[in-house]
């Protein structure tokens, strides 16, 4: 069991992920410290059966927080019997069973938290609504603008604020940001075909249908990016946390940590510039990724690099190989058909 980490020693894990003063500044994660309140209103929430703050409100989770090691007792709201997390968040594992004392099945998120010593000082780590779990309420082009910038520039705040579920939103929040970068990339192309198509000056019928096809068929590009290779990558990832050792969360929080760092690849909307720049944005979702999966299944750095980077650096020196080999090939072929 690990208890809670002060920002010295937090700090430190992560500047060892990479050497460089301005990287580390990069990867610093932003994880507040506060005792166990509403974010709204600040009101305490200790000892509250409801999962709404009752000066405000406001719905929480328990997940919204963590504790460090026995420290918090979380009781049955049914016969008041009390249990202590073991997870290094200070939460149960696992959060759902039935009661050792009434045997009704409870959740964790439907238990009452209070300080295990009585005392209403105690101080817990609270993390902060994650901004695209927040778009209806704050308006979807906020939420998706602050978590674009929170995959690009604050990966391990990410990590530390990255909802318990969510895949699906995860997808969904990546299919958009590819389709986005792809539509402001190349709907100059598409605009500067299909205007001298409609001035008869080219391609006729056939090619301006062809270009509005290319328009319209443009989201199936992203749609096998997040049905395909974002689910490979994580499953390949995950795997070798699974296999290197114990790791905090599952598949979903890995498979998320891929989708919320996608908007990395910038360089898709740079319309006659992504050819030469994409190479530069792909490792900056690999760097992020990487602190993001850190943080989010508290590994150690060394198999959070090994378990992101790895997958496509394996794909890219096959690639690699595969297109050599087809170069080699194709020669053979010239040389045989002119000799």
Same mark, same amino acid.
Request: net charge positive; aromatic share 10%.
């Given at each position: ?146 978590? %674009? ?6 990966? $391990?705040?990410? #990590? ?5 579920? /969510? =895949? +699906?939103? @995860? ?20 605009? %500067? ?6 001035? $008869?000056?080219? #391609? ?5 249908? /062809? =270009? +509005?096809? @290319? ?42 940590? @891929? ?81």
């Amino acid at each position: 069991m690990i208890l809670s980490r002060g920002p010295t020693q937090r700090n430190s894990e992560i500047a060892g992920l990479l050497l460089s003063p301005f990287l580390d500044g990069l990867l610093s994660c932003v994880f507040r410290e506060s005792p166990m309140q509403c974010q709204e209103c600040q009101y305490t929430l200790w000892n509250i059966r409801d999962r709404v703050c009752p000066e405000c409100g406001t719905p929480y989770s328990i997940a919204d927080y963590e504790f460090p090691a026995n420290a918090v007792r979380y009781a049955c709201p049914h016969c008041d019997q009390a249990y202590f997390g073991t997870t290094r968040s200070g939460h149960l594992k696992p959060r759902e069973f039935d009661c050792v004392q009434c045997g009704a099945h409870i959740d964790m998120d439907d238990m009452i938290v209070r300080p295990a010593d009585g005392s209403n000082m105690l101080r817990v780590h609270g993390r902060t609504e994650f901004p695209w779990a927040m778009r209806r309420k704050r308006g979807f082009f906020a939420s998706w603008s602050r978590t %674009l910038s929170m995959g690009m520039a604050r990966p $391990g705040e990410l #990590g530390e604020k990255l909802p318990e579920t /969510g =895949a +699906i939103a @995860a997808a969904w929040y990546a299919t958009l940001t590819m389709l986005a970068y792809l539509l402001v990339g190349t709907f100059p192309f598409v605009l %500067l075909t299909a205007i001298p198509m409609l001035m $008869g000056r080219g #391609g006729g019928v056939a090619g301006l249908i /062809g =270009a +509005i096809l @290319a328009f319209v068929l443009m989201p199936v590009g992203p749609l096998i990016l997040v049905a395909t290779v974002l689910p490979l990558w994580a499953g390949v990832s995950h795997l070798i946390l699974l296999l290197t050792g114990p790791r905090e969360r599952g598949f979903s929080a890995t498979f998320q940590c @891929a989708c919320y760092t996608v908007g990395n690849n910038i360089a898709f909307a740079l319309p006659c510039l992504a050819v030469y720049f994409f190479w530069l944005t792909i490792p900056w979702q690999i760097t992020c990724m990487t602190i993001a999966v850190i943080k989010v299944q508290r590994v150690a750095i060394w198999r959070g690099v090994l378990a992101v980077v790895l997958p496509p650096l394996i794909l890219g020196l096959a690639s690699f190989v595969g297109l050599m080999l087809l170069m080699i090939q194709a020669t053979q072929w010239q040389q045989q058909f002119n000799p």
